[in-house]
T-cell receptor
């Protein structure tokens, strides 16, 4: 089955800096990669996703890049703000409708 | 769009009590709903997949008699933790997808914090 590795587990940045979270996957058949943001005490919320026929997707300060050859995808947050502080999860769909989630990255943005 | 509502948000009850958690898709029909359990500072652990009108599919190691799932309509799935004990205390989260097809994101509820005394 699919295996998703996510790094780093914790990321601490200063407000205004950029943050990058990287995930690698094992199943070359995986073709859909969503990213979720989970705030304390709440459920994960979809923030951006990318499909395997696209190399990059942007939505304001958030972008996701996909390298199918290397089997990794990354979340980029620019101009970070304190409200970006949360746990971020990547996921990969390996040919089924059930995703495999990464272990999560706790992002802390210091004012 | 794609809003999932989960109730209750918090439950505190005595050992031996059965607890029902509801998951509703508010603005779309969900043929498939998912139930997860999340331990502190850990990722989401899939417990079972719930398909409307059929029996749920449980992940290995999840007791189906302990965690009863009912998906009676396209907008409602329920999880009942039967005879709950302190080790069942956890954060339970449901999610729903538009169809059972690939490449469909899951939309999550806000979770239920279950505390068994």
């Amino acid at each position: 089955g699919e295996n998703v590795e996510q790094h780093p587990s914790t990321l601490s940045v200063q407000e205004g800096d950029s943050a990058v979270i990287k995930c690698t996957y094992s199943d070359s058949a995986s073709n859909y990669f969503p990213w979720y943001k989970q705030e304390l005490g709440k459920g994960p919320q979809l923030i951006i996703d990318i499909r395997s026929n696209v190399g990059e997707k942007k939505d304001q300060r958030i972008a996701v890049t996909l390298n199918k050859t290397a089997k990794h995808f990354s979340l980029h947050i620019t101009e970070t703000q304190p409200e970006d502080s949360a746990v971020y999860f990547c996921a990969a769909y390996g040919g089924s409708y059930i995703p495999t989630f990464g272990r999560g990255t706790s992002l802390i943005v210091h004012p | 769009g794609a809003v999932v509502s989960q109730h209750p948000s918090r439950v505190i009850c005595k050992s031996g009590t059965s607890v029902k958690i509801e998951c509703r898709s508010l603005d779309f029909q969900a043929t498939t709903m998912f139930w997860y359990r999340q331990f502190p500072k850990q990722s989401l652990m899939l417990m079972a997949t719930s398909n409307e009108g059929s029996k749920a599919t449980y992940e290995q190691g999840v007791e189906k008699d302990k965690f009863l799932i009912n998906h009676a309509s396209l907008t409602l799935s329920t999880l009942t933790v039967t005879s709950a004990h302190p080790e069942d205390s956890s954060f339970y989260i449901c999610s729903a997808s538009l169809t059972g097809a690939d490449n469909q994101p899951q939309h999550f509820g806000d979770g239920t914090r279950l505390s068994i005394l």
